[in-house]
């Protein structure tokens, strides 16, 4: 089945830098879209960014001037680096990517397992 494999994450200080990787496997896939949302305890799920196929990049306001998210050359690997952080950005984050796979043969949403990232001194 597809997969979606995070890595990464971990406590920093504020000010600190963290980077976030997350690996798509499982069969034949097309990506429309891989991106990023993050959810803190009591809030909502909220988008951090994304990366369309065409490498077009879409950040939330307020992560916009601090993360940086790219893919690789194969297309199959997407990661979010975060400069600058703040005990805000305290959150688990997880990883989806919009995809079709040839497996299933339809075209959905796959998530990862979630990753945790910790801003505090």
Request: net charge neutral.
């Amino acid at each position: 089945q597809v997969q979606l494999v995070e890595s990464g994450g971990g406590l920093v200080e504020p000010g600190g830098s963290l980077g976030l990787s997350c690996e798509v496997s499982g069969g034949s896939f097309y990506i429309y879209e891989m991106g990023w949302y993050r959810q803190a305890p009591g809030n909502q799920r909220e988008s951090v960014a994304k990366i369309t196929r065409s490498n077009k990049a879409i950040y939330a306001h307020s992560v916009e001037d601090r993360f940086t998210i790219s893919r690789n050359s194969a297309g199959n690997t997407v990661m979010l680096r975060m400069n600058r952080l703040k005990p805000e950005d305290t959150a688990a984050y997880y990883c989806y990517a919009d995809l079709w796979s040839g497996l299933n043969r339809t075209r959905n949403d796959y998530w990862g397992q979630g990753i945790q990232v910790t801003v505090s001194s």
